[in-house]
C-alpha cells in the first residue's frame, strides 16, 4: 500500500471515531440538562411552597387578637400561588396554629409551618408528624357523656400540643382502687371493665413524645345499674305445646325475656318469647315434657339476673312404646300410663288384667313423687327413668327387671344401683326379649337373659343385675345417647355412639349391619363404607323375631335398614333381597325431600316420622301400616292416613309393635292395628283399625 493510500484510510478511520464520540457527549450533556433542569424546577416549586408558608405565617401573626388568639381560618390577605395550596390547623384554645403545604406539581414534598416553629420557616413533614418541641396543656373540660352498667365514656377538650389522651377512672379520689384506662387520640374515651353500679372518679391527661401533661380536672360518675330480676313468676295456663306466664313490673325494665328448655343449661328444645307487658306465650314447646322456665327484665343498662325458675310440664302425651306382644306404654306430662296385654303384670297397676285404655302405672311405691322421663314396653316387662334412675315391672324369670332377684312384679321396683350404675344418671331404656338395657352417663347397661350374647358383655351368662356392655373394643372413647333392644321377640340391641350406630347379639341375618352372618358377644360398628359413608346417626330401632329380624336407622335425615326384608320390611322397593349392611329406604316416592326425625322397626314392617307426617312399608295385615289397606306385601313407604284424626297435625314421634303401630301428634296419641288385646287404647279389644284411631284420654 502506499504511503498516500495508508494515510487517507487513516484519516477515514479516525473521522468515524470521533463521530461516535461527539455523539455520547452530546447525550450525556442532554441528559445532564434534563436532570439538571428537574432538580431545578423542584427546587423552585418547593421555594414557592416554603415561601407560601412563610407568608401565610406572617398574615396569622398580624392577625393575632388583643389575647394573642390566632385566627381560625386562614387571613384574606393570604393568596397562595398558583398550583400551591394551603390547610390551616388551628387549636381549639386558639392560642396556636399549624398550616400544611404542597403543591400539585410535586405533591411528594410537603412543608409546613407552626406557631412553635415560626422562627425557623417553613419545614419539611405535615402539621400531623410534626416533633413535639414543647410537653402537651392540660385538657380542659372534661365531661361524663354516657354510662352503662360496665363503662363509662368520657369527652374533653383538645390540648396544645398533644398526640394522644389517656383518660383514667378508679372507685377512690386517689386513683389507687380498680383503676381502669383508655387511650385514645381522640377526644372522646370509653374506659371499660367496670363493676356494675359503682361509683367512680375519671380524669385525663395529654401525651406526646416530650411528656404528660398533669392530670385534669375530676368528674364522678356511676356505672349505671340493671334491672332486679322479676318476682311473682307463675304459670297462668298451658297446652300441649304452649305456657302461658305472668310475673310483676319490674322499675326501670324496658321489656322481658322469657326461656323454656328441657334441660337447666337452656340448650336442649329452647324457646324464647319476648314482651314490654308482664304476660307472654311461649309456644313450640314439646307435649308432656318437662320444661324449664326463667324470666328476666332488661332496659339499656343489662339484663337482670333470673327469676325463679319454674318446672312446667306441658300437657299431651310425649311419647308411646309399642310392645311385640301387646302391651303399650306413654308417658303424659311425666305421668307413666300402660294398657293391653297385662298377663305378666307388665301394666304396672299391681294386677296382671288386660285393660283397653289407658291406665296410670302405680306411683304409690317405687316411683312416688318421682318424674317419668322414659318407657319401653315389650313382650311381658315394662321399664322407666324416673328422675334419673331405672324402674321395671312385670315378668322376671331372667332378671330383666334388674332388682337383683327372678321374682315378678306387677308393681315397679327399683334397678339396682348399688352396682355398675352406682352413681350414674339414667337417661335412656329399651326392653327387649327377656333382657333390658339403660343408657347412663354416656355409657350402656344390661341386665337379664343373655342368650346370643344380647348383653353385650362378651359371655352368655345371665346377670340379675346391670351390667356393663364392653367397652373394650368398637365403643372405646365413645359416648351413648340411645339404646334400643327392640319391640319383638328379637335377641340382639344396638346403641347409637357418637353419631355412629353398633350392634351386638343374634346376627343369622345380618341384623347387626357389620356385613357379616355371625353373633357377637360384644359390641360391633355397623357398617359405614356404603350408604352411611359420612352421616350421622341419630336414631336406631332393632325389630322383628329371631326368625325374622330387621334393624333401622335414621342417619343425616333419612332412613336406612338392615336385615330380613320380610315382606318388604327394609322398605328398599323389595320383598326378596335381605341385606347384612345398611342399605337405604326408597326416597323416590312419598318421602322424596323428606327429612327424616324418627324410625321404627316393628315385626315385618317398619315406620318413619318424615317432616312431621307418618310414613310405613312392609307386612300390611291388621291395618298394622295405618294406609287403610290389608294389601302385602307393601316394599316401599306409603303415607299413614290423615284423612281422619290426623288430619292437620304433627307427627313428633312413631313406635311399633307386632301387629299395630301408634304414634304421637301434637301431644295427642294414636294408633292402627290389631285391637286384640286392647293396645290400640281406644276402649276395644276385637278387630283391626286401618287408620289411626284416637287413644283415650285417661
Not at 436532570?35 to 418547593?46: D, K, L
Not at 303399650?328 to 285393660?355: E, F, K, P, S
Not at 291388621?622 to 284424626?645: H, W
Request: glycine fraction near 12%.
Amino acid at each position: 500500500m502506499t504511503k498516500a493510500a495508508a494515510l487517507i484510510n487513516r484519516i477515514k478511520g479516525f473521522t468515524i471515531i470521533e463521530l461516535l464520540v461527539v455523539i455520547v457527549i452530546v447525550g450525556i450533556l442532554a441528559t445532564i440538562s434534563i436532570i439538571g433542569y428537574g432538580s431545578w424546577r423542584t427546587s423552585v416549586i418547593s421555594a414557592q411552597v416554603k415561601s407560601d408558608l412563610n407568608a401565610a405565617a406572617s398574615a396569622m401573626e398580624s392577625s393575632r387578637t388583643f389575647g394573642n388568639g390566632y385566627p381560625l381560618t386562614l387571613p384574606s390577605t393570604v393568596v397562595p400561588s398558583t398550583n400551591v395550596s394551603l390547610t390551616l390547623t388551628p387549636s381549639s384554645t386558639a392560642l396556636a396554629y399549624c398550616i400544611d403545604g404542597v403543591s400539585n406539581e410535586n405533591t411528594s414534598d410537603t412543608f409546613y409551618v407552626a406557631s412553635e416553629s415560626k422562627d425557623q420557616g417553613a419545614l419539611s413533614g405535615t402539621c400531623a408528624t410534626r416533633p413535639a418541641t414543647t410537653p402537651p396543656a392540660v385538657p380542659g373540660s372534661i365531661a361524663v357523656n354516657s354510662t352503662t352498667t360496665t363503662t363509662i365514656a368520657l369527652t374533653w377538650a383538645a390540648a396544645s400540643y398533644a398526640s394522644t389522651y389517656l383518660a383514667e377512672c378508679s372507685t377512690d379520689a386517689g386513683f389507687t382502687n380498680n383503676v381502669k384506662q383508655a387511650t385514645t387520640a381522640g377526644l372522646a374515651a370509653t374506659v371499660t371493665g367496670l363493676t356494675t353500679a359503682t361509683s367512680y372518679f375519671c380524669h385525663v391527661r395529654a401525651v406526646n413524645s416530650l411528656g404528660s401533661s398533669a392530670w385534669s380536672s375530676m368528674v364522678s360518675a356511676n356505672t349505671a345499674t340493671p334491672p332486679l330480676a322479676p318476682a311473682g313468676f307463675a304459670v297462668v295456663s298451658k297446652t300441649n305445646i304452649q305456657i302461658n306466664f305472668s310475673w310483676s313490673t319490674v322499675t326501670g325494665a324496658t321489656s322481658y325475656m322469657v326461656t323454656c328448655a328441657t334441660d337447666t343449661g337452656y340448650t336442649q328444645n329452647s324457646r324464647q318469647a319476648s314482651t314490654a307487658a308482664t304476660t307472654v306465650a311461649v309456644t313450640g314447646l314439646l307435649p308432656g315434657r318437662l320444661h324449664y322456665c326463667k324470666v328476666v327484665a332488661t332496659n339499656s343498662s343489662g339484663t337482670s339476673p333470673s327469676s325463679l325458675v319454674l318446672q312446667v310440664t306441658t300437657n299431651g302425651w310425649s311419647m308411646l312404646s309399642a310392645g311385640y306382644s301387646g302391651t303399650t306404654c306413654g308417658l303424659r306430662a311425666n305421668v307413666a300410663y300402660c294398657w293391653g296385654l297385662n298377663t305378666n303384670g307388665q301394666l304396672g297397676n299391681g294386677n296382671t288384667t288386660t285393660i283397653d285404655t289407658p291406665v296410670a302405672v302405680d306411683v304409690s311405691g317405687a316411683l312416688i313423687g318421682k318424674k317419668v322421663t322414659a318407657i319401653s314396653a315389650n313382650g311381658s316387662h315394662t321399664c322407666a327413668v324416673a328422675d334419673g334412675k331405672a324402674y321395671c315391672w312385670g315378668s322376671n324369670t331372667y332378671g330383666q327387671i334388674g332388682d337383683n332377684t327372678t321374682t315378678p312384679s306387677s308393681l315397679p321396683v327399683a334397678v339396682d344401683m348399688s352396682g355398675a350404675l352406682s352413681g350414674k344418671t339414667v337417661t335412656d331404656i329399651s326392653v327387649g326379649n327377656g333382657f333390658s338395657c339403660a343408657v347412663a352417663s354416656g355409657a350402656v347397661y344390661c341386665w337379664g337373659y343373655n342368650a346370643n350374647g344380647r348383653l353385650g358383655i362378651n359371655s352368655t351368662t345371665d346377670s340379675l343385675v346391670a351390667v356393663a356392655v364392653n367397652t373394650a373394643g368398637v365403643l372405646s372413647g365413645k359416648t351413648v345417647t340411645s339404646a334400643n333392644t327392640g319391640n319383638g321377640a328379637n335377641s340382639n340391641a344396638c346403641v347409637v355412639a357418637s353419631g355412629l350406630g353398633f350392634c351386638w347379639g343374634l346376627n343369622g341375618d345380618g341384623e347387626l349391619g357389620n356385613g357379616l352372618s355371625t353373633q357377637s358377644l360384644v359390641p360391633v360398628a355397623v357398617n359405614t363404607a356404603g350408604v352411611l359413608s359420612g352421616k350421622t346417626v341419630t336414631a336406631i330401632s332393632v325389630g322383628g323375631t329371631s326368625s325374622a329380624p330387621h334393624t333401622c336407622a335414621v342417619a343425616s335425615g333419612a332412613a336406612y335398614c338392615w336385615g330380613k326384608n320380610s315382606k318388604g320390611s327394609l322398605g328398599n322397593n323389595s320383598s326378596s333381597t335381605s341385606s347384612l349392611v345398611p342399605i337405604a329406604v326408597d326416597a323416590t316416592g312419598v318421602l322424596a325431600g323428606k327429612t327424616v326425625t324418627d324410625i321404627s322397626a316393628g315385626y315385618q314392617h317398619s315406620c318413619v316420622v318424615a317432616s312431621g307426617q307418618a310414613y310405613c312399608w312392609g307386612n300390611a295385615l291388621n291395618g298394622r301400616l295405618g294406609n287403610n289397606s290389608t294389601t302385602s306385601p307393601v316394599i316401599v313407604p306409603v303415607a299413614v292416613d290423615v284423612s281422619g284424626v290426623l288430619a292437620g297435625k304433627t307427627v313428633t314421634q312413631i313406635t311399633t309393635g307386632n301387629t299395630y303401630s301408634c304414634a304421637v301428634a301434637d301431644g295427642s296419641a294414636y294408633c292402627w292395628g290389631s285391637a286384640a288385646s286392647g293396645q290400640l287404647g281406644n276402649d276395644t279389644t276385637s278387630g283391626s283399625y286401618l287408620v289411626p284411631t284416637a287413644i283415650i284420654e285417661p
